[in-house]
């Protein structure tokens, strides 16, 4: 069965909308003029007194206390309160409120209720409003001129049966109301972390078949076999700078580019590239298989591969713009791969497949161009993600995440 799950990330994002703020609203007080329907544009008195959280807009005769949310006064206070009210379903509403003395309503910076008077407490509502289910952007303004306080914010769908906005309706963020962002983990196995820091190790004491290459320049072409019918460790280290450059990497493959079967070696590739426009195309067969790259550079393509009957772990690191990886480990095993990118514009496209776990974990910092992520873990039951993705331009970031057996 095939789980497939397509996501578009905008503006800093992480895997999935993420909920903030908290219920209620935001209120600010202000002191009040001595005559009945102060003006609020602009405000007489702007300096705002006290500010905070309220719940909900539901303070009937007396609950207000000695002073007005704080604002040290009792009278001549206004108070306005911002945030956003989650519409249950598409429709027709009316908003109203019980108040001594004056109200207004804005929804979506729309004046829906207009009842700016001095008032001993009466209900007051407005016109019909459309709209549409989800947040919308909710303004309250409340005056307070003298004698008893109360202020009750109401709704209906029918203009007959009226209720108390609940605090479930209210929140700071329009964003509170957005589905919990899914959890996922992954992580290396114990088994792969062994093998990742004996292979590290191996850098200091080298003791089987070990290629060591420095290249500075531009336009060259580099390949480099490893491994096949060889016997020992095979350890390749390549530090490459330049533009142009074509590199292709392979160890455990025969002189005609196939997979050998007769290779068991423990085979180690690290790369460290820095330029431009290069083309690396690295190769790992045999067991185990670790890969470690380094990019740091614009407009490079790399394809990464592992296969054979064995534990693969890979690390991507990159550092740039407009660089293309496509990282391919199949067969059976334990399946690892970590990819981390900076920059913008980037593609990527990862895949694992075959019999044993899955896990993979890529973090990517997009701040300019959009960029693509392509996931797909394929043929084991265990199969686990963990994408952070950081998107500073509109067009974001793409990504599709395919999951199954």
């Known amino acids: 069965m095939l789980r497939r799950i397509s996501l578009v990330f905008l503006l800093l994002f992480s895997l999935a909308a993420q909920a903030d703020g908290v219920q209620g609203l935001t209120y600010y007080t202000y002191q009040g003029t001595s005559g009945p ?12 007194r006290s500010t905070g959280i309220s719940t909900s807009i539901n303070y009937p005769t007396g ?25 249950p379903a598409a429709g027709t509403y009316y908003f109203g409120a019980n108040a001594d003395d004056g109200f207004k309503i804005l929804i979506d910076d729309t004046l829906v209720t207009d009842s700016w008077i001095d008032s001993g407490g009466a209900f007051r509502s407005g016109g019909a409003v459309n709209l ?19 202020v009750i914010f109401q709704y209906s769908n029918n203009n007959t ?31 792969q972390q062994i093998s990742k820091t004996n292979n590290t190790t191996l850098r200091q004491s080298q003791s089987g078949n070990l290629v060591d290459i420095e ?27 330049g533009d142009g450059n074509s590199l292709n990497l392979n160890q455990g493959y025969s002189p005609l580019g196939v997979v050998s079967p007769n290779d068991s070696n423990n085979h ?4 460290n590239l820095m330029g431009n426009t290069n083309n690396i195309t690295t190769r790992q067969t045999g067991s185990p298989q670790y890969m470690e790259t380094t990019v740091s550079g614009n407009g490079n393509v790399l394809n990464l591969q592992q296969q054979d009957l064995s534990s ?41 497949q075959g019999s044993g776990n899955h896990a993979a974990t890529i973090d990517l910092t997009n701040s300019g161009g959009s960029s693509n992520l392509n996931l797909n873990q394929l043929g084991s039951t265990n199969q686990t993600y963990s994408i952070t993705e950081s998107c ?9 995440i395919t999951q199954g057996q």
């Open 37 to 48: 329907s102060p003006s609020i544009n602009p405000l007489v008195y702007p300096t705002v």
């Open 161 to 191: 049966t009226w209720a108390v906005v609940p605090t479930t309706m209210l929140a700071t963020d329009s964003t509170y109301w957005a589905p919990a962002a899914p959890q996922y983990s992954s992580g290396i196995t114990q088994s």
């Open 63 to 87: 609950s207000f206390g000695a002073t007005i949310l704080g604002s040290g006064l009792a009278d001549r206070v206004i108070v306005k309160w911002v945030g956003y009210i989650n519409i």
């Open 312 to 352: 693969k772990t890979l690390f991507t690191n990159i550092t740039g713009n407009s660089n293309s990886v496509t990282a391919n480990q199949k067969d059976s095993g334990q399946h690892y791969l970590d990819i981390r990118l900076q920059g913008n514009g980037h593609t990527v496209t990862a895949v694992q």
């Open 132 to 150: 549409s289910a989800g947040a919308h952007a909710l303004t309250f303004w409340y005056y307070e001129n003298g004698g008893g306080q109360m």
């Open 392 to 400: 500073a331009n509109p067009a974001g970031c793409n990504t599709t």
């Open 268 to 271: 180690y590739l690290n790369l």
């Open 215 to 241: 290249q500075i320049g531009d336009n060259n072409t580099i390949t480099i076999r490893q491994g096949s019918s060889l016997s020992g460790k095979n350890r390749m280290e390549v530090y490459a700078n």
